[in-house]
């Protein structure tokens, strides 16, 4: 009789041994063994890394259905806010019940011989040295770098107590993995400091900390072999080293896996989740066509962007994009192609100009009965030129803008603003919103509503355009534009938002972002080959402690790592 | 204006190099159907069954339903075998293998179903008697025939005087089960067709020579956050050797109507016979502003296909959720058949109208490649038809012998009775 093992205990157990987040045992690999290690800070993996992590190790096959953690923008970037993020008790359960259902599938009879580097020699007993080949092997991919003998020894353990219960190896090897899978070293990119031995009194990254963030900063993907070994050798610590890898990550189309990542954040696509229209005003909206248009927006960022690597501003002015059925449909136009997805150039009467007239943008950031230029303009400050907002006063009368049978938004807004507390703002946010009104809620094209000819003219700063093909020559002759790209991806990389020591490094970064011809696969490359990119700020309280088996890390007062 | 290809000298020279073979219309409209069903009109004001100009009495069978079990006495059948067959309790009602028994009540225990004169007709099933009627005139005869909402004389539409009051065919336009029925399977992707106008005048809403294409197309429908079926999507052309429809029609003042009666048209049908063939088919359509097409589409069609698809669909079944015994739509329809396509021959049509609602859509070239340039006939694209061996019955279909269900291999459970088809025309499919 098989007996059942608690999963839930065992999982537990082994979390315990490895001491959980910030008492971490380091492996002490690598060429220049340090003196004392420091943790600079911990980011909870995303869903995307985390999908991206196990597709790696067992292939596309293995299913993920799980609904995740939610994440939490700080500093416009969700990179940064997952420095703050732990784990509830519920989101436990649901990591734990999919780490279970991952072992299920990697270790089912009919596909386990592909993942496991062994074979055990009797399938009904515990095998402690393929056990500890497979624990190594995968725990070296989660947890970005080689397993302790504390780590892989506690896995070994667990795989005992279920292989002798269930009379089942392959029983015990999926607690092993589950258990892998659960771990807080994994779930979290911890990232640890060394001294410098170039600079006396300094710390820097440590080789897999580097690893980790080149690899998720180019490909939202934990470091492959190569980059692990880079890391070991302590090449990442050289210049030549460094570039090699740089280039090396630049040069995968995985380039596309990191790109679409950091839009996703930057552009703020997790407001997909909420979306919402009103079926009386927009009938043609659904979730196919909400899917849809997320996706034409990450297929037209990454196609001009790291395919045809075209300048960075060209994603506000390119028609060039591609379409489904769905949103053929919406933006009423024939779909010819019988494939699901085709390339799409928008014509000159479409009066379409860029991102920022796709269903994305233009539904996203729209109120669910109407469209909204306050919403767009709001948007178009902070995610692409880095200049928030700010939120309106708790006792603001909208009454006079949510008249939306009367006149155009241009006059209800006109009306609204009478309120000077409330026009400070909205001279500044509306302009660019009103160019677009010629989009409905929904990104269809109008030029009317209630009857009346909208008027698509705006003046910002004293500069004069008229409808979406004006506003698009508008950001694209701006510098902030460019200028917010350089901060964003910094900030993205380094999981820490930017401040006033940062502005000269911006400044230098967005002018050489321009010489090279404001190309996006450049300017990572440019940034991860700074030192500021692998800067670290010691957190102040941290205490450095020597490492020894098992080491102890130092840890960082919430939030020092910002 | 929308979705009207306007003969420019650009669209022109592209079209041409994209298509040489194909003739070009000056102006060519499209849609996807989202909505037909048989054009019957629902004479009461109220409810789905109640009595009214259409049918005095409500609808058939409503009040009182048919007492199934004094139908199997009458039948032979003792009460308590009738009782016990109609008995929910009784395993051999289960889903699988329906109320079969009811079958086996004609003359000398016969099979109703294939042999629906063995059972006489009750009597029950009565015709529309109202005098209004929507449709088409398929005769040009104004003296016969129905005459419609609009005051149209001579409206031919049999099918309706014959089924209208079967609770399958009568409620308010889009309720009735059979509607509801065959535009959900539609609706929710099994099949989808598209409707294509194309003149060689300047103005599409009157033009003299008007051609309407109605073709099947292997795209789905798709619903909008309503539940409506969505604008504006776009369809290919499925060329299909036999299901095309094509009209020759003028356009008056936004009506496009048959200036000539197709001998014989083919095209899908929203019901258990899924081809439906039109003889002296005709068509009434009317475009309207905001762009949809709502119509008729009219002939004679072979009767026969009809009775055979509603016991195909499982005799029992259909007679204890729809009110009615089946034979009785046999009698109805062979005696209101009105088309016989050999002078002097038999009734073998019955003159019949689809109402068709139509949306805009785009309709693309089998290939996708362009929309379609005008309508015109593609069968000369499609894939060779392989000719089907003749079924020895057309009592066949799915899971279904001469109207009752079988079980895998063709198995018949009957208990207490077993009373079932024999074994070697369950192999057959003859009897």
């Not at chain 1, 770098?145 to 506690?154: D, H, I």
Request: aromatic share 10%.
């Amino acid at each position: 009789m098989r007996k059942r093992i608690s999963l839930a205990l065992l999982a537990a157990a082994a979390v315990a041994v490895s001491g959980g987040v910030g008492m971490t045992a380091l492996a002490q690999s690598g060429a220049a063994a340090p003196a004392t290690i420091v943790k600079v800070a911990t980011r909870r993996i995303t869903e995307s890394q985390y999908r991206n992590t196990i597709r790696d190790a067992f292939g596309p096959e293995i299913k993920i259905n799980a609904r995740f953690e939610p994440e939490k923008r700080e500093g416009g970037l969700m990179a940064i806010g997952a420095s703050d993020l732990s784990i509830t008790s519920s989101g436990f359960e649901q990591y734990f019940s999919l780490a279970k259902s991952i072992s299920d599938q990697v270790l089912d009879p009919k596909v386990r011989d592909t993942h496991v580097p062994c074979k055990p020699a009797d399938a009904k007993k515990a095998d402690d040295a393929c056990t500890k080949a497979f624990v190594e092997k995968y725990g070296e991919m989660f947890y970005r770098r080689p397993l302790t003998a504390g780590e892989v020894a506690a896995r070994v353990k667990t795989a005992q107590l279920g292989a002798a219960g269930a009379e089942d190896f392959y029983a015990g090897l999926k607690l092993a993995l589950t258990s892998l899978l659960v771990a807080p070293e994994f779930m979290f990119r911890v990232e640890t400091a060394e001294p410098d031995p170039a600079n006396p009194k300094q710390y820097r990254l440590d080789g897999y900390t580097k690893a980790a963030r080149l690899s998720y900063l180019f490909w939202d993907a934990a470091p492959d072999a190569e980059l692990r070994a880079a890391a070991a050798s302590g090449a990442l610590h050289t210049k030549a080293g460094l570039d090699a890898q740089i280039a090396r990550l630049q040069a995968s189309p995985r380039m596309q896996d990191g790109a679409r990542a950091f839009f996703i954040d930057m552009m703020q696509f997790e407001a997909f989740d909420g979306i919402n229209k009103d079926p009386a005003n927009y009938p043609k909206f659904s979730q196919a066509v909400a899917d849809s248009a997320r996706e034409q927006t990450l297929k037209t960022v990454v196609d001009l962007l790291v395919t045809k690597k075209r300048d960075y501003r060209d994603l506000f002015s390119s028609n060039e994009t591609f379409i489904n059925r769905h949103l053929a449909s919406v933006y009423n136009v024939p779909y010819a192609s019988a494939q699901e997805w085709a390339p799409y150039t928008f014509p000159a009467e479409s009066q379409r100009a860029g991102i920022l007239t796709q269903v994305t943008f233009l539904s996203l950031f729209s109120h669910p009965g109407a469209s909204s230029p306050t919403k767009r303009g709001v948007k178009i400050h902070e995610i692409f030129m880095c200049e928030p907002t700010p939120e309106p006063p708790a006792d603001v009368d909208f009454s006079k803008v949510q008249a939306l049978d009367k006149g155009t938004v241009r006059t209800r807004l006109l009306a609204h603003m009478e309120n000077e507390g409330c026009a400070s703002c909205h001279r500044v946010s509306d302009p660019p919103g009103l160019a677009l009104e010629h989009f409905d809620g929904l990104g269809q094209l109008r030029t009317k509503e209630n009857g009346t000819v909208i008027d698509v003219s705006a003046e910002v700063e004293g500069k004069k355009f008229t409808g979406a093909p004006g506003l698009a020559k508008y950001l694209r002759d701006d510098k902030r534009i460019p200028q917010c790209l350089v901060r964003n991806v910094y900030a993205y990389g380094v999981g820490r938002p930017t401040d006033e020591r940062d502005e000269d490094y911006i400044a230098d970064q967005t002018k050489a972002f321009g010489a090279k011809g404001y190309k996006y696969p450049e300017l990572i490359g440019q940034i991860a080959t700074t030192p500021e990119f692998f800067k670290v700020r010691v957190p102040s309280g941290a205490t450095p402690v020597p490492p020894g088996p098992p080491a102890k890390i130092a840890q960082a007062p919430a939030g020092a790592n910002r | 204006m929308k979705r009207t290809v306007l003969k420019t000298a650009f669209l022109a020279a592209s079209l041409f190099i994209a298509a040489p073979t194909l003739a070009h219309a000056a102006w060519t409209k499209t849609w996807v159907i989202e909505w037909f069903e048989p054009a019957h009109i629902y004479g009461a004001k109220t409810g789905v069954i109640d009595p009214g100009t259409d049918c005095p009495a409500g609808t058939n069978n409503s009040k009182p339903e048919i007492d199934w079990v004094d139908v199997m006495v009458k039948a032979g059948y003792t009460r308590e075998e009738a009782v016990w067959l109609r008995d929910p309790a009784n395993p051999t009602r289960s889903p699988v293998n329906g109320q079969n028994q009811m079958a086996f009540r004609g003359k000398d225990r016969a099979n109703v179903y294939i042999n629906p004169t063995s059972f006489p007709e009750s009597g029950n099933f009565l015709p529309v008697s109202g005098t209004q009627a929507e449709g088409i005139n398929l005769d040009g005869n104004a003296t016969t025939g129905f005459v419609s909402p609009a005051g149209e004389k001579g409206i031919d539409n049999n099918f309706y005087k014959a089924l209208g009051c079967w609770k399958t065919y009568r409620a308010p336009e889009r309720l009735s089960s059979g509607a509801l029925q065959f535009n959900d399977t539609m609706r929710n992707g099994s099949y989808t067709l598209v409707v294509v106008a194309s003149g060689e005048g300047k103005d599409p809403m009157n033009d003299p020579n008007v051609t309407l294409g109605i073709y099947n197309s292997p795209d789905k429908l798709v619903k909008d956050g309503a539940g409506n079926i969505s604008r504006d999507y776009t369809f290919r052309i499925k060329p299909d050797a036999k299901l095309e429809a094509v009209f020759k029609a003028k356009s008056v003042k936004g009506r496009i109507t048959s200036t000539e009666a197709m001998d014989e048209v083919w095209m899908r049908n929203p019901g258990y016979d899924r081809e439906l063939q039109l003889l002296k088919a005709r068509i009434d359509f009317t475009m309207k502003e905001d762009g949809t097409l709502r119509g008729y589409v009219g002939g004679y069609r072979p009767w026969m296909p009809v009775y055979v698809g509603w016991v195909n669909a499982r005799g029992p079944v259909i007679e204890s959720l729809t009110w009615v015994s089946l034979p009785d739509v046999y009698y109805a329809l062979q005696r209101y058949a009105d088309y016989a396509p050999t002078p002097g021959g038999e009734r073998t049509h019955i003159s019949f109208a689809l109402r068709v609602d139509a949306i805009p859509a785009y309709v693309m070239k089998p290939d996708a490649s362009t929309t379609v340039a005008a309508a015109t006939s593609y069968k000369a694209q499609a894939p060779a038809v392989v000719a089907a061996v003749a079924p020895a019955s057309p009592y066949r279909a799915g899971g279904t012998v001469d109207g009752i269900v079988v079980g895998r291999g063709g198995a018949v459970s009957q208990t207490p009775d077993q009373l079932r088809p024999p074994a070697a025309r369950i192999a057959a499919g003859t009897q």
